[in-house]
């Protein structure tokens, strides 16, 4: 007969005592898995990154096909305006993101603003002043007031050398009457936009910036003794629609407030003396 195997008693369970599963141990984490989860690196393309930006994930593929798109022209020599158009539209998509979808509105997590301003000022410089058939200064200018909103702002030299690039290469075209038809309209939409920039510059958080005022005034006013008159006019009006919208819109604590005040009132009594009707 088969020995009957040995049965060790089982260990009761009293009623009072609740049963519970094993406790497993959860995996040691390492300290890279231990960091915040929220901390992506943005995309960026041939510029430092500017930190870890709390909860950015970067650029979805449409704004990455948009960068690869400027870095490619960046990087070029491209002459065909369509391009150009392309380029500075591209500009102004990823500037609406950054102001958008970045926490601090830093454009520097996506590329380089220094390198588009640059290309920007290029683009314009290329222009002929000698006739307006191209849409290239308009939409530039498009471009450099989504780039004023985002950070890191334009100011001093940077800001001053690319409104005198605009200037030069809109007050430098012949006079307005010599215009016909498509032109006309042309060059009436790019002083309007010029206008539009210009606002766009002073006005900061919805707030009225006096510095960058100045920044203008002060690049502007040399253009009010330019030998040619329709370049005047045009110094002169720009000067006019700034005054008119900032003194609608600010109060001046005092004249040490605005420093190229005198500059101002002395270009302006020298202006109303001018044989031309319009100017004066």
Known sequence: MAEEVRKVPLKPIRAWEETRPPRRKSPRKSPQQQQELCVPQPFHADS??????SCFMGPDWQEKETLDYI???????????????????RVITISRAALTRHPEQNLAAFLCKALLVEKIKELIDLESVDSLTSGVRQEAMLAIMELSKVKPLLRGTELSSLITVCFSSVFSLPPAETNQ????????????TMDELLKTLVCEDEKRNLVVLQNIVEVLLPWTASKEVHVRLRAV????????FISGQHKFKGVEEFRVLGQLVGCLTLCSAEQEQEIC
């Open 181 to 192: 038809g498509m032109e006309a309209a042309l060059y009436n939409n790019t002083l309007n």
């Open 237 to 244: 009006g720009r000067i006019t629609w700034l005054t008119k």
């Open 71 to 89: 870095n490619t022209f960046l990087k070029g020599n491209e002459q065909e305006e369509a391009k150009k158009l392309e380029f500075l539209d």
């Open 48 to 53: 430092p990154s500017p930190g870890n930006a």
